[in-house]
């Protein structure tokens, strides 16, 4: 991969990481706020909350991980490269899902 190309999915990744990072204390804002129970709303409807709150932390807590290891890679120069296969990932790819560990034909054959 061209020194550019990986400086692109560089800046991407980190401004992903930065967006991610923003969005999680988001949501623990928000679950401090439904355990708390400021805002009048029953116990019941804010456990949900916090159900939801958990469950989106959760998911951006693991793409926060992923977006970390892609820059991992980088660093190690080995972003880009399947690690199932050791294949380029093609480009669009990558612009699509930055933070990817495996080609698109490798990740496909994963989820069957």
Avoid at 5 to 34: G, I, K, Y
Avoid at 78 to 88: K, L, M, P, V
């Amino acid at each position: 991969m061209r020194s550019s190309d990986m400086s692109h999915f560089r800046h991407r990744l980190l401004a992903l990481q930065v967006q991610l990072r923003e969005q999680l204390d988001a949501v623990f804002t928000e679950t401090e706020r439904h355990l708390k129970n400021e805002d009048g709303v029953s116990a019941d409807r804010d456990f949900e909350g916090y159900e939801q709150d958990v469950t989106v932390a959760n998911s951006e807590r693991d793409l926060l991980e992923e977006v970390s290891s892609a820059l991992a890679r980088i660093e190690q120069g080995e972003y880009g490269r399947c690690e199932d296969c050791q294949t380029n990932i093609g480009h669009e790819r990558l612009e699509a899902v930055p933070y990817a560990r495996r080609c698109a034909a490798c990740a496909q054959r994963r989820r069957w």
